[in-house]
């Protein structure tokens, strides 16, 4: 009987026990409950942390986490406003704020990060279809950007290499997602806390074309580098003929005046030499008629001369009637 009372006694127990551990939580720092009955959400969410009470078979809990969630999109396909497709990958963080309308709309992280994506993928295609390419690009609406040292004036003037202006920035773009999706994220009892652009890259189909658009830019100043040089050849090339021409006329001049200098000097030795002796003056009248002759008479050469010509005076002696000779050189000027 009393082996009876003893069974009996830890049965009930045992069976205390299991009521009150199942009666009993504890909820800690990082989470919240929302205690349901029949499935059905009971009371308000419990957002202390401690040890709690429930009605224990009927009533369960549903953790719902209280931290600062994340949420990293993956990178889709969309156009700007100027016909662009680019990738843009997304990331924000965001946190539950009304965990019993969360528990009855989403029940769970998992339906949250899927209407996250359907929300702000959509109003990330609204935000970029309203905006050209720069307005994501660029962070700021006052930056200057940078120019290139080796562009002209003129290149300048007409804007090659310059960015276009802009009039709000990816920034001002950032936050206009982040008003239109923290706006209806609330409904889920979520708040949005911050959004950004993780990542901007060009669409594989559009790639090229901003590459050709770069190459031909680089490739007008590479012309004009090959202008400006091909230019400066012929200048070069030029001057150097002009040079040349200017130092072969002044050796010419200088020529021709040393050989007149030369000239007169021999003239004037020759005028002296003969002024000294008479028979000299006929001497040199001699040796300049045979030059003279050498000169004048080639092969096969007819001269006709006057007997009162000086070029005939010393071949006169040598006609056998004084009249006219015909001089006809064996060869060669002989």
């Not at 059905?40 to 809990?61: D, N």
């Amino acid at each position: 009987m009393n082996n009876f009372k003893q069974v009996a006694i830890i049965i009930v127990l045992g069976i205390g026990t299991y009521v009150l551990m199942s009666s009993v939580y504890t909820v800690n720092e990082v989470e919240q409950m929302i205690i349901t009955q029949f499935g059905k959400p009971v009371g308000t969410a419990v957002t202390s942390a401690g040890l709690k009470f429930k009605v224990p078979f009927i009533q369960e809990i549903n953790p719902i986490d209280k931290r600062i969630l994340e949420w990293d999109g993956n990178p889709s396909d969309m156009p700007t406003k100027d016909k662009l497709y680019i990738s843009v990958d997304l990331f924000a963080r965001w946190r539950i704020t009304d965990p019993l309308q969360y528990f009855l709309r989403l029940r769970d992280e998992r339906s949250a990060q899927s209407r996250l994506d359907d929300i702000l993928g959509s109003e990330t295609r609204n935000a970029v279809a309203k905006h050209e390419l720069i307005e994501i690009i660029r962070t700021t609406k006052g930056r200057t950007p940078l120019r290139d040292t080796l562009l002209t004036d003129a290149e300048r003037k007409l804007d090659m290499g310059a960015l276009v202006p802009i009039q709000k920035g990816r920034k001002l773009v950032e936050e206009e997602i982040f008003a239109a999706a923290a706006e209806k994220v609330l409904v889920f009892g979520i708040e949005l806390l911050d959004i950004r652009f993780k990542r901007i890259n060009y669409n594989e189909s559009v790639r090229p074309k901003i590459y050709d658009r770069m190459i031909s830019e680089r490739r007008q100043i590479a012309e004009r580098f090959l202008s400006e040089g091909n230019g400066e050849a012929a200048r070069i090339r030029g001057n150097r003929v002009r040079d040349l021409n200017k130092i072969q006329s002044e050796a010419y001049r200088q020529v021709e005046e040393i050989r007149g200098a030369a000239d007169a000097t021999a003239t004037e030795v020759y005028s002296k030499a003969y002024n000294q002796s008479p028979q000299a003056v006929e001497f040199y009248e001699f040796t300049r008629t045979m030059q003279a002759y050498k000169s004048i008479i080639s092969k096969n050469t007819t001269l006709v001369l006057s007997t009162n010509s000086d070029l005939f005076k010393f071949l006169k002696g040598m006609s056998p009637d004084g009249n006219v000779i015909q001089v006809n050189p064996p060869s060669g000027n002989q």
